[in-house]
């Protein structure tokens, strides 16, 4: 109901009751994690984690507080532990994907996307990450079909134009990778 300062006030005592709660540390880390201040998140949920090494669920949420401080090891590491209590999560599979984007391993990048999207294959954040790791591993060839397919179904996507034009400049049709990037501009001005 938009009252966290209350909420916040009302876990930091209990915690201070109760220092080694894993509830009380994790929903403070879901507080501050949603309150934009990831190194109080991070503390907190790592905190958590350590108390409850089988919850993937507060792996997972260290894992995500880890990936928006940028600190790309640690959310890898988190990620993956959640995934291996509970391998079927969507989210920690794009997450982890995005993750190993960041540290430039596009191979595993591109394992994460293709697992998530056995889930769901029109997955929009799955499709995007895969062809942004095939690119990353210069298989421009293998980005293309998808990216322009899903340019045509949505053509107001600036992130999917700047793909195609990226996999198209790959490629060697400059023409092409400049209308995209043209289009994918005028997008981001409105």
């Known amino acids: ?28 880390g879901e507080l501050e994690l949603a309150a934009g201040d990831f190194a109080k998140a991070s503390t907190h949920l790592k905190r958590a984690c350590e108390l409850r090494p089988n ?17 790309w090891p640690d959310a890898r590491d988190a990620l993956e532990s959640s995934l291996k209590l509970a391998p079927g999560q969507m989210a920690a599979r794009l997450l982890l994907g995005r993750v190993y984007l960041h540290l430039k391993d596009a191979k595993d990048a591109e394992d994460q996307f293709e697992a998530a999207l056995l889930v769901d294959s029109n997955n929009s ?8 790791a095939q690119i990353q591993r210069s298989n421009f060839a293998g980005a293309l079909p998808d990216l322009e397919s899903f340019t045509k179904t949505d053509p107001r996507n600036p992130a999917a134009l700047r793909l ?8 060697g049709k400059l023409q092409d990778a400049k209308r995209a990037d043209e289009k994918a501009e005028a997008l981001e001005k409105k």
């Open 1 to 28: 109901d938009n009252r966290s300062n209350d909420a916040r006030q009302f876990l930091e005592k209990a915690l201070q009751l109760d220092p080694s709660s894993a509830t009380t540390l994790r929903q403070l």
């Open 55 to 71: 919850d993937s669920s507060v792996a997972f949420e260290f894992g995500h507080a880890m990936e928006k401080s940028g600190d």
């Open 125 to 132: 954040d799955g499709r995007l990450g895969l062809a942004e």
């Open 164 to 171: 195609l034009a990226r996999a198209y400049r790959g490629l």
